[in-house]
C-alpha cells in the first residue's frame, strides 16, 4: 500500500535562516506531487504541484522553491525565510489523472 | 479564479445531534468535488464525488453533489464527540491537477 512520509514535524526557524522539508512517497510510481500551506488551521492553499521529475509549477508568488529530484521525492526549500512563512505545510500525492489527494501528516513551520 | 466556499464556517452541537455541512464552488473544468476531516494533522479522505444526485455513505456520514447547483453536502447522523473536527471541501478542476480547497467548517460535538 502506498505510504506518505513527510518531515520534520516540527520545526522552528529564526527570520532569514534557510528551509529545507523533505516529502517521500512509497508504493507508487509516477505520482502528482503536491506542497499545500494552512494558515491558522483553515483552509489549503496550494503553492507547487508537480506531474514528474524536475517538473514543477507555482502557483503563487513567494519566498518559497519546490524541486522534485526523484519520482518520489518532493522538497520544499527557501534561502531566508520571512514571518509570514509561518503556517502548517502539507505534502499531498495523488495518481494521476484525477484520484483524490493523500496527504502527510505535515510540518509545523514557525519563523522567529 | 476558482472558488469553494463552505458554511457554516463554524458549529457546535451535543452529541447525538445530526448537522449538515454545505459547500459551494465556481469552478472552470468541475472535474469532481471531494471531502475531507481534519482532527490534528494530515487531511483524511472522506468521499469524492463525481455525479450529480448519487449519495456516498460511509457509517454515519453521507455526501450529495448537485452539479445544478454547484454544491453540496455533507450529512453526519448521531453525532459523536469523536467527530469534532475541521471537515474540508475541495473541487478538482481544470486538468485535474487543480485541488481548490473552502476554508473548512469547524465542527465541535460536545458530550
Known amino acids: 500500500s502506498q505510504t506518505i512520509h513527510q518531515w520534520p514535524a516540527t520545526l522552528v526557524q529564526p527570520v532569514g535562516s534557510p528551509l529545507s522539508l523533505e516529502c517521500t512517497v512509497e508504493?507508487?510510481?509516477?505520482?502528482?506531487l503536491y506542497w499545500y500551506r494552512q494558515a491558522a488551521g483553515r483552509g489549503l492553499q496550494l503553492l507547487f504541484y508537480?506531474?514528474?521529475?524536475?517538473?514543477i509549477s507555482s502557483e503563487v508568488p513567494q519566498n518559497l522553491s519546490a524541486s522534485r529530484p526523484q519520482d518520489r521525492q518532493f522538497i520544499l526549500s527557501s534561502k531566508k525565510l520571512l514571518l509570514s512563512d509561518s503556517g502548517f505545510y502539507l505534502c499531498?500525492?495523488?495518481?494521476?489523472?484525477?484520484?483524490?489527494?493523500?496527504f502527510g501528516n505535515g510540518t509545523r513551520l514557525t519563523v522567529t | 479564479e476558482d472558488k469553494v466556499v463552505q458554511s457554516p464556517l463554524s458549529l457546535v452541537v451535543h452529541e447525538g445531534d445530526t448537522v449538515t455541512l454545505n459547500c459551494s464552488y465556481e469552478?472552470?473544468?468541475?472535474?469532481?468535488l471531494l471531502w475531507y476531516k481534519q482532527e490534528k494533522k494530515a487531511p483524511t479522505f472522506l468521499f469524492m464525488l463525481t455525479s450529480s444526485g448519487i449519495e456516498k455513505k460511509s457509517g454515519r456520514l453521507s455526501s450529495i453533489l448537485d452539479k445544478k447547483e454547484l454544491s453540496s453536502i455533507l450529512n453526519i447522523t448521531a453525532t459523536q464527540t469523536g467527530d469534532s473536527a475541521i471537515y474540508l471541501c475541495?473541487?478538482?478542476?481544470?486538468?485535474?491537477?487543480?485541488?481548490?480547497f473552502g476554508s473548512g467548517t469547524q465542527l465541535t460535538v460536545l458530550p
Open positions: 469552478v472552470t473544468n468541475f472535474r469532481s
Open positions: 475541495a473541487v478538482l478542476s481544470g486538468s485535474a491537477r487543480q485541488l481548490t
Open positions: 508537480s506531474v514528474g521529475i524536475g517538473q
Open positions: 508504493g507508487t510510481s509516477n505520482p502528482n
Open positions: 499531498a500525492w495523488s495518481v494521476p489523472p484525477a484520484s483524490p489527494l493523500h
